[in-house]
């Protein structure tokens, strides 16, 4: 299973991406249609800008824009640059049983590696077109609705 920050932060990038058009948006609607305290994702997300998936826009109506085309950019872009180095550390440096390090540790690497691939096949394009398959509104769409 991936960690929480990574599933918050493509739901994000995400959000950005389905929503794009009507201008920069900031982490803070984000983190509110979330449930997130907006700083935690504000880190997540200036470590997405220098990774080179966002772009951040200064000023009042400031906030965040895809730095690249939306199929050009993967979920598995996402998870590389939020991913903890201490963590794969840890399990590099791993000295315990040889059932740890000639079992389990192959084990885990093959399912990291399967994973990654499959995560690199799915760029924001296509999570984009399934949410329209699904029918989900576009918060520029919900802003439209209004009677007279």
């Known amino acids: 299973m991936l960690p929480?920050?990574?599933?918050?932060?493509?739901?994000?990038?995400?959000?950005?991406?389905?929503?794009?058009?009507?201008?920069?948006?900031?982490?803070?609607?984000?983190?509110?249609?979330?449930?997130?305290?907006?700083?935690?994702?504000?880190?997540?997300?200036?470590?997405?800008?220098?990774?080179?998936?966002l772009r951040g826009v200064r000023g009042p109506r400031g906030g965040y824009l895809l730095a690249r085309e939306r199929r050009r950019i993967t979920v598995g872009d996402i998870c590389e640059i939020l991913n903890d180095e201490k963590d794969d550390q840890d399990i590099q440096g791993y000295n315990g049983t040889p059932l740890g390090q000639q079992v389990v540790h192959p084990v885990w690497d093959t399912a990291h590696h399967k994973m990654m691939q499959?995560?690199?096949?799915?760029?924001?394009?296509?999570?984009?077109e399934q949410a329209l398959a699904g029918q989900i509104r576009k918060d520029s769409d919900e802003r439209m609705d209004f009677a007279i």
């Open 4 to 53: 929480r920050k990574l599933f918050y932060a493509v739901e994000a990038v995400l959000y950005i991406a389905y929503n794009a058009g009507r201008g920069p948006i900031s982490s803070r609607d984000i983190a509110g249609k979330q449930g997130l305290p907006p700083r935690y994702l504000e880190q997540l997300m200036q470590r997405l800008v220098r990774g080179g998936v």
């Open 118 to 128: 499959h995560l690199k096949d799915i760029n924001l394009a296509d999570l984009c």
